[in-house]
Nanobody, 120 residues
Framework: QVQLAESGGGLVQTGESLTLSCKVS????????LAWYRQAPEGERVLVAS???????NYADFAKGRFAIVRDSAKNSVYLNMFRLTPDDTAVYFC??????????????WGKGTRVTVSS
């Protein structure tokens, strides 16, 4: 079973940047569709960005032009580069992996999350 470990969260000010990292365990990194989700206080968990096994990316409207998801197969990691942060970006950010091979596919795996707080 794959394990995901996020890091990089913290407290930043409006307009600053932050990069989140997610380390994916095991040796099947290339077979996972990867994504970042976030959950604001008293909110639902929503998709921020995704990158599939082909390298195609998809972004939520609020992330377009400000966030970038990057897969690094050499490091078994996926990153979320965030720019021009605002208080609305305050949330716990979760790394997600979904397998594309195996007896059962599309199983969702989650990290424990990393908190991002943007002060005004």
């Amino acid at each position: 079973q794959v394990q995901l470990a996020e890091s990089g969260g913290g407290l930043v000010q409006t307009g600053e940047s932050l990069t989140l990292s997610c380390k994916v365990s095991g040796n099947a990194f290339r077979f996972y569709n990867l994504a970042w989700y976030r959950q604001a206080p008293e909110g639902e968990r929503v998709l921020v960005a995704s990158a599939d096994t082909y390298g195609d990316t998809n972004y939520a409207d609020f992330a377009k032009g400000r966030f970038a998801i990057v897969r690094d197969s050499a490091k078994n990691s996926v990153y979320l580069n965030m720019f021009r942060l605002t208080p609305d970006d305050t949330a716990v950010y979760f790394c997600n992996a979904r397998n594309t091979v195996g007896t059962i596919t599309n199983i969702n795996y989650w990290g424990k999350g990393t908190r991002v707080t943007v002060s005004s």
